[in-house]
Each structure stands twice: as structure tokens, then as C-alpha cells.
């Protein structure tokens, strides 16, 4: 069993833009199946740069949508302009799994601002199926017009994402949000979509089949966590 919760959201009742990378054929799917593979994913530098690389092509993928100002500059020979990124961007990454992603966002968004929170999964000491969402550290810029990059490879039951975006409300409210995730299951993404506003978009490696009865996406990898650094206590 998975507990659930209400948060009484401010922004209005519309759905996200959800956009699956995986469904046009790229690299991706083999950074992907890298991360899956159990004969692959258990080393853990592999995982970690995988993550990374993956964070990178969301944040390519996501820079598509961004909006963009004509400057001027000179080459040695001449005169000429480029389009120049025009968003103050902060990518906020939930602790731990978040890192490789943030690494991989910060690859491509040199200038960004960072933010972190923490979130994990605490079981209940009643029930060995049920869980608590704990979030016990969040460290942030003001969010007021920028655009929030959130970051979080999974995406299973959603609620720690919900539960990030609710405590980020006490930081500012952003111009529009950016959600990056490697895997998600629907569950997950109908929840935190339930509570986003119109202009939110989902950039996402891949959306899984479903959830076990722990709240783990099938087929999923594991747990990305542990996969990158660790079991924890
Ligand atoms: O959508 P949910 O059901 O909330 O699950 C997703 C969360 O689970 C993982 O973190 P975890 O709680 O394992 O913490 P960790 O990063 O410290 O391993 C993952 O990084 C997400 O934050
Ligand atoms: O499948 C899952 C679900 C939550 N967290 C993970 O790391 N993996
Ligand atoms: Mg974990």
C-alpha cells in the first residue's frame, strides 16, 4: 500500500505538456537500457554518467521551448548576431538521486542557479508496504519569474515531487516550470500533473508500464539512489 495525500495546490486544475523522448528512436534508448540492464547498472560510475548523459538530452530537448533574444558580436572578419537564451533559469534537484541529473542540466545551462531539496522515501514503522514522503532541507533563490527546472529521475507515486513543489512555494512562484525525469509511471505523472499549471511541461526518458505494491515503477531499474551512491540506513 502507497499513502496518499491531498495538497491543496494554488495554481489552477490543467494538465502538463508531456513530452517521452523515447518515442522517437535516439542514443537515449541506449543510455536507457544501460540503466535497466542489472548486468550493467551496478557500476556505479556507469549509472551516475548515464543519468548525466541523459539529463543532458532533456536539457537539449527542453532548450527547443526556451525563449531566446537576437545579440550582436563580431567575428574576427565581421559583424553577425546569434539568439541568445533569454530565462533566468533555476534547476532545483531533489537529494539524492537528483545529482547526476543536476550535473547534466548544469552541462548545458552553464549560467543557471541551483536549488536543492531533500526528499526520501521513510518507511512506515507500522506497515512494511506503506511509506511517508520526508522532506527536511530545502536550500533555493528566490523562484519569483524564474523558470524552475525540477529535477528528479523517477517519478513513480509522484508524491515526492508533490511534496518538493509544495514546499518550493515558500521560495516564490516561477514563470513556468520545467520537470525533467529519466523513467515515470502514470500514477506518478497524472498526480504532480493534477497540480501543475497549464504552462508546465514534462520532459521524460520514458513512461513504464505501472507501479509493485512498494510504489516501485515495473520495469523500471531499481532504485536510482542506491544505484548511484549507495544503500542508505
Ligand atoms: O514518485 P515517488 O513515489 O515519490 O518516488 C520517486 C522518488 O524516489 C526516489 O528517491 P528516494 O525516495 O528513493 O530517495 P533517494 O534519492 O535518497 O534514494 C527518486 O529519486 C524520487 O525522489
Ligand atoms: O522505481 C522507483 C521508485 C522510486 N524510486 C526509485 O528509485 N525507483
Ligand atoms: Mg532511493
Known sequence: MVTTFKINYFWEKIDMKIHDISKSNSILNHFLHQIRDES??????KFRRNIERIGEILSYEMSKTLEFQTKKF?????ASSYESLNEEIVVC??????????TGVLNYFDDADSAFVSAYRKQS????DDFDIVVEYLSSPNL???????VDPMLATGLSMLNVLKALKKVGT???????????AQPGI???????????????GSIDE?????GYIIPGLGDAGDLAYGKKM
Open 40 to 45: 550493467i547498472q551496478s557500476d556505479r560510475m
Open 74 to 78: 563580431h567575428t574576427p572578419l565581421s
Open 93 to 102: 534537484s531533489i537529494l539524492r538521486a537528483g545529482i547526476p541529473l543536476h
Open 125 to 128: 514503522e507500522t506497515s512494511e
Open 144 to 150: 519569483e519569474d524564474k523558470t524552475l527546472v525540477l
Open 174 to 184: 516561477p514563470k513556468s516550470i520545467h520537470i525533467l525525469s529519466v523513467i515515470g
Open 190 to 204: 497524472d498526480l504532480v500533473s493534477n497540480y501543475l499549471p497549464e504552462h508546465a511541461h514534462l520532459w521524460i
Open 210 to 214: 505501472r507501479l509493485n505494491e512498494k
